[in-house]
């Protein structure tokens, strides 16, 4: 059986999830605008899915959650609302290690509407340069861009006191934390965030499916002006399969974040640990402290990761280089050039990102394999 250790770029959709979305694409196929009972018994199951994600992030009210077609538009259409409402307002803060998701927004503004885009940058952790952040925000900030997690480190960010210092400054807040909801606990009760991303794909949902959160009370511009679904807020006819999949996914993790909060985190650190005493010339990524429980990104020095990935792929073992989105492309990730990581080791980078679907048999198949492969691209690889 192959092992899959490539979670941040997506992960499988849970059997539950699939059963819970067959019957809305045959018996239950109505509209939920319809008024017959076709369209109400629909209109039921949103409502459900609806709940279920308002859980999982502890929002207030079902009301604040948006469904959409995922994170990348849940992340444009939080900055481009916070633009249009925040009068007068024509700058924004981010980081430099956000998705290109939201960095390519930023680039667009940029050029295309003159707006300043601050890009903060990170330590060799991947943590934020704090006074850099309160530096950047103003009387003009319109907004406050900044990730839960990264997806190529697993490096958390302090989003309550970053969306407490924005808000200060008169501007809205708001996080993609795409890879962070479902890995760990989330409140938004206690976290003044006024805007926040999510997708499915990576909590064992359907893809093309997401939630853009929007505080009440937050001022909101749509992206998809059209019928009067969401509240006026994204026109279109649900997607009401990947909508109750996604409901049922999110079910799904937060009974396994209250029953089974470690074991991924055991299974990550047995891993990191195997690797690091077993292969030499290597260390991991991000902050050690504040880091998602599930990824572990190890740069191994003088050694090229395409190869690396190769060799475990044959040995049937996925996992990926950098980022999913930036794979493909022989530029170095975006996040590893901000950490300033040596060049040396800057090409020989390897996320390994778990879910609650791997075991400790996979863990240490792994740590057979890898190490030997290691060995031999080394003697292969001039010094
Ligand atoms: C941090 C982050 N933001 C946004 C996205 C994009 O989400 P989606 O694929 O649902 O558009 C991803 C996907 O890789 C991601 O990791």
New binding site residues.
């Given amino acids: 059986m192959p092992i899959y250790l490539d979670n ?2 997506t992960t499988r959709t849970d059997p539950a999830v699939v059963a819970a979305m067959l019957p809305y694409f045959s018996e239950q196929f109505g509209n939920a605008s319809s008024v017959h009972a076709f369209g109400s018994e629909v209109g039921a199951a949103l409502k459900q899915a609806r709940r279920s994600v308002q859980q999982l992030i502890g929002a207030a009210l079902d009301q604040e959650v948006i469904f959409t077609s ?3 538009e849940s ?1 444009n259409t939080a900055i481009l609302s916070a633009l249009a409402t925040q009068g007068g307002r024509d700058e924004i803060v981010t980081t430099c290690v956000e ?1 290109p ?1 939201v960095l390519a927004v930023m680039d667009h503004l940029e050029t295309a509407r003159g707006i300043t885009v601050h890009r903060i940058g990170v330590d060799s952790q991947g943590r934020l340069d704090l006074d850099a952040y309160q530096r950047a925000l103003g009387p003009r900030t319109a907004l406050a861009s900044v ?1 839960w997690a990264n ?1 190529e480190t697993g490096t958390l960010f302090p989003v309550a006191s970053l969306a407490a210092m924005a808000q200060a400054a008169g501007a809205l807040f708001h996080t ?1 934390a ?2 962070a909801v479902g890995k760990i606990p989330i409140d938004l009760k206690e976290t003044p965030i006024d805007l926040l991303s999510l ?1 499915g ?1 990576k909590l064992h949902g359907p893809k093309g499916i ?1 939630v853009l959160y929007v505080r009440k009370g937050t001022p909101f511009s749509p992206l998809i002006r059209g019928g009067p679904q969401e509240r006026r807020r994204r026109g279109g006819t649900e997607n009401v399969p990947a909508i109750v999949g996604l409901g049922k996914a999110a079910e799904l993790a937060a009974a396994h974040l209250q029953d089974k909060r470690s074991r991924v985190r055991d299974l990550r650190d047995r891993l990191e640990r195997g690797v690091l005493q077993q292969c030499g010339y290597c260390f991991a990524l991000g902050d050690d402290q504040n880091r998602l429980p599930n990824t572990s990104n190890i740069a191994f020095e003088q050694i090229e990761g395409e190869a690396i990935l190769h060799h475990m792929n044959r040995a049937g073992i996925a996992a990926s280089l950098g980022s ?2 930036a794979s493909g492309s022989m530029e170095p990730s975006h996040v590893l050039r901000a950490m300033k990581v040596p060049a040396s080791a800057l090409g020989g980078a390897i996320r390994f990102s778990l879910s609650r679907e791997n075991t400790v048999d996979e863990v240490d198949q792994v740590l057979r394999v890898l190490p030997e492969i290691i060995v031999k691209l080394r003697v292969r690889s001039p010094a």
């Fill in positions: 941040n770029a995922g994170g990348s992340n998705h998701a990730m997806n993609d795409v890879q997708s794909h997401g999913a989105c």
